[in-house]
């Protein structure tokens, strides 16, 4: 049987709660249709989105103002971040439910390179982009169209950047790039995390295979956190395909067992 771990005061380590136990057929089929339905709905949302998406960045050139679509979605992913960690990237912004939901299918699929997941590169990134956002809203002052033009055509050239890589390596490539994305997984590192309940997991990989951020929840049999946890985007579709269900969310098990 797997040990208890206290993360917290007060609060079993959920992937205790579950050691030991196999599931009945009937709990199996049960799991099956919830996964079922729950990555049905995420697909849905994200093609809504994607559609969201493909419209404000066409529409943006002819009316700039849509332009601050993009300041209103980095307030909203860093803010959302805070308390629940990467889940804005997950089907809410626009982009990551484009990337998964039409680019996924141009993409060769490969592993992402470390050094797009790398702390230089994405804070250089990071650095450019706000540097050069902050010098042109100078320049542009007090003129908003010109200002929201400006967003547009960052937008239109990240993205393009984002297809690029998209098809050579992987959708969410970008992702691992994106200043909102970066500063979210700073700011909501600790929240909402996976738990693995060791003797559960018979090592089938299927967690990592359809991770969308291509992280290993499997890696916390041996290690006691998963590599990029920031990243993790608590989209549940690990939780989903594993056949053991081993994965749980942790805080979610938490407020259960409270
Ligand atoms: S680790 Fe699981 S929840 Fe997190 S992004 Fe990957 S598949 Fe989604
Ligand atoms: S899907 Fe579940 S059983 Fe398979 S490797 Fe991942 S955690 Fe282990």
Redesign the pocket.
């Known amino acids: 049987m797997e040990r208890a771990v206290s993360h917290s005061p007060g609060v079993t380590h959920p992937a205790a709660a579950l050691s030991g136990v196999k599931l009945s057929a009937r709990e199996r089929l049960a799991r099956k249709a919830q996964a079922a339905h729950a990555l049905k709905t995420r697909g849905l949302k994200q093609l809504i989105m994607s559609v969201v998406f493909i419209a404000v960045l066409a529409a943006g050139w002819v009316f700039p103002l849509l332009g601050y679509f993009i300041p209103v979605c980095m307030l909203l992913g860093i803010g959302i971040a805070a308390f629940r960690g990467?889940s804005w990237c997950?089907w809410l912004c626009p982009r990551g439910s484009f990337e998964d939901s039409l680019l996924r299918r141009l993409s060769r699929q490969r592993p992402i390179p470390a050094v797009f997941r790398g702390t230089p590169l994405r804070l250089a990134v990071m650095g450019v982009l706000m540097t050069v956002l902050t010098v042109m809203i100078i320049r542009l002052w007090p003129d908003p169209v010109a200002i929201g033009g400006f967003f547009v055509l960052m937008l239109t050239i990240t993205t393009a950047v984002a297809i690029v890589l998209g098809i050579i390596y992987q959708q969410r490539v970008w992702c691992y790039l994106c200043p909102i994305g970066t500063m979210s997984s700073w700011v909501g590192k600790n929240r909402q995390p996976?738990a693995l309940a060791r003797d559960r997991c018979v090592d089938c990989g299927l967690?990592?295979k359809?991770?969308?951020?291509?992280?290993?929840?499997v890696s916390m049999k041996a290690a006691a956190d998963?590599a990029h946890?920031g990243?993790?985007?608590?989209?549940?579709?690990?939780?989903h395909?594993c056949p053991t269900a081993a994965?749980q969310w942790q805080d979610l098990e938490a407020k259960e067992a409270a």
């Open positions: 990467r997950n996976l967690c990592a359809h991770c969308p951020m291509q992280l290993a929840p998963m946890k990243d993790c985007l608590k989209c549940s579709l690990c939780v395909h994965l």
